[in-house]
């Protein structure tokens, strides 16, 4: 880790310039704003998206306070002056699982998702994947 791997200053206009992490942070940004979107959604419609999509309140609740928690945690590692590489391939390997785990669910049976729910999940683990691979592309370029 270097020297500067943990300084929580904004980066100046001269070093956004030059920032080698411009993507990765872009893209952590645009993660972090997405998972802030949904979280919301979920945690103040919780009862009225339990009919159209099947998702239970008891469901969807605390998705919303996880995805907010992610919201919080993207958007703190994509203002570090340098992005720790690891804080970078954990966001990968979890936004990896979040994406499998949604295209799972609705074959366990375990939450009574109705047809639109099952889209809007499965559509929601292709754009979680697209993350995992931007960000995994944006990674490998900084090397």
């Known amino acids: 880790m270097t020297p500067h791997a943990l300084d929580h200053r904004p980066l100046t206009a001269t070093a956004h310039a030059a920032d080698p992490a411009r993507l990765l942070r872009t893209v952590l940004r645009v993660d972090a704003a997405a998972c802030g979107v949904l979280g919301l959604v979920l945690l103040l419609g919780a009862d009225w998206l339990s009919t ?5 309140a008891h469901w969807s609740v605390p998705f919303g306070v996880f995805l907010l928690g992610a919201a919080v945690a993207l958007a703190l590692i994509a ?5 720790p590489r690891g804080l970078a391939w954990a966001v990968i390997a979890l936004n990896a699982v979040c994406a499998l785990e949604m295209l799972l669910l609705p074959l366990t ?3 009574p998702l109705t047809g639109l729910g099952t889209a ?4 929601g683990a292709l754009a979680v994947a697209v993350f995992a691979d931007v960000e995994y592309l944006a990674l490998r370029r900084m090397r």
């Open 52 to 56: 159209p999509l099947g998702l239970p």
């Open 120 to 123: 809007v999940l499965v559509t």
């Open 109 to 111: 049976g375990w939450v």
């Open 79 to 83: 203002g570090y002056r340098t992005i």
